[in-house]
């Protein structure tokens, strides 16, 4: 599919996508998409070689959200698989919006259009930053190479900033937290409007959104002890449940990823649905605790319709 559809030319690929899609509305597939979304920002997508992070154009954004409004049917995360596993033949395949990170734009820029589209959405937030600003290390990276400064000096490696922040993640937590705080002496306080306050939780609380939990420390978890595994899926999860009024039972693993040994752990402190960043198709098959999500192109509206008539033609095969 990805060979054919970088053969194809510009003009034919929403049509080949669009005639993809109904042809498999028509199949008895029982399949559905999560997608995931970081920060949405309002001065165009970032993914340049100096870029640590990229982020999604607000316009793409929102020609995406209304792409899935009218291709897809649009439900909350935690319903998902049950969607999956009830399609029927000729229904519209179901899929789920989340947002993940303690981001000021999941307020500023993509409650108002999830507003606008009435589209249902689950955010993943951290909680480190309920009562004070805080920016985790791969904001100060950015912070640090949006200045010009020397951040290879980091890990005393000539690398590109993408690259040196796959290394940094690769790290264990304990030295993460070091190169974070060098960082931070590097480019100085994080900025006042850094992460989100428990306002901001309250606000898409009340906004009728579904928060779910991603890990104070965002540490990734796979290689984490059996101990410090049940720290990281307790740590500030009661302080953020306050912010949000509700029970947290849905979890996104950070950096999407998870193993049966993680999903265990997480089944075994109560959370009931967890999200990876497989980039799959769910299937009827997928285990709740390892739902697997896509993120979406930073490029244009028809590579993002073909990168799900894609997932959904690999599903379950």
Same mark, same amino acid.
């Given at each position: 599919m990805r060979r054919l559809w970088r053969t194809l030319p510009g003009f034919l690929r929403p049509v080949v996508a669009r005639t993809l899609e109904l042809a498999l509305r028509l199949s008895a597939r029982r399949a559905g998409l999560i997608l995931v979304y970081h920060a949405v920002r309002a001065d165009g997508a970032t993914g340049a070689e100096r870029d640590v992070a990229r982020a999604h154009d607000n316009a793409l954004f929102e020609a995406q959200l209304r792409h899935v409004r009218r291709r897809y049917r649009l439900v909350p995360a935690r319903e998902l698989l049950g969607a999956v596993r009830a399609r029927r033949r000729g229904e519209r395949f179901p899929l789920a919006l989340t947002f993940d990170d303690d981001l000021p734009t999941h307020v500023q820029t993509a409650l108002p259009a999830l507003r606008i589209a009435g589209a249902p959405a689950t955010f993943f937030l951290c909680g480190a930053s309920l009562d004070r600003p805080y920016a985790f290390w791969w904001e100060r990276l950015q912070r640090a190479v949006d200045s010009g400064l020397d951040v290879a000096r980091v890990l005393g490696e000539p690398l590109a900033p993408q690259t040196l922040a796959l290394r940094i993640e690769e790290e264990t937590p304990s030295r993460?937290?070091?190169?974070?705080? !060098?960082?931070?002496?590097? %480019?100085? !306080?994080? @900025?006042?409007? /850094?992460? =989100?306050?428990?306002?901001? %939780?309250?606000?898409?609380?009340?906004? $009728?959104?579904?928060?779910?939990?991603?890990?104070?420390?965002?540490?990734?978890? @796979? @290689?984490?002890?059996?101990?410090?595994?049940?720290?990281?899926?307790?740590? $500030?999860?009661?302080?953020?449940?306050?912010? *949000?009024?509700?029970? =947290?039972? =849905?979890?996104?693993?950070?950096?999407?990823?998870?193993? +049966?040994?993680?999903?265990?752990?997480?089944?075994?402190?109560?959370?009931?649905?967890?999200?990876? $960043?497989? $980039?799959?198709? %769910?299937?009827?098959?997928?285990?709740?605790?390892?739902?697997?999500?896509? !993120? @979406? /192109?930073?490029?244009?509206? *028809?590579?993002?319709?073909? +990168?799900? %008539?894609?997932?959904?033609?690999?599903? +379950?095969?």
């Open positions: 993460r937290k070091e190169i974070g705080d !060098e960082l931070g002496r590097l %480019v100085g !306080e994080d @900025p006042p409007g /850094s992460g =989100m306050r428990a306002k901001d %939780v309250r606000a898409l609380a009340e906004a $009728g959104f579904e928060i779910g939990f991603h890990t104070r420390r965002h540490d990734r978890l @796979p @290689p984490l002890s059996d101990a410090l595994l049940r720290d990281a899926l307790s740590d $500030g999860r009661d302080a953020l449940e306050a912010a *949000a009024a509700c029970r =947290m039972t =849905m979890i996104a693993y950070p950096h999407g990823r998870a193993d +049966q040994r993680i999903a265990g752990a997480a089944r075994a402190a109560g959370f009931e649905v967890g999200f990876t $960043g497989a $980039g799959e198709a %769910v299937t009827a098959r997928s285990d709740a605790l390892l739902l697997s999500r896509i !993120e @979406p /192109s930073f490029t244009d509206l *028809a590579s993002f319709a073909g +990168q799900l %008539v894609d997932a959904l033609l690999r599903a +379950q095969r």
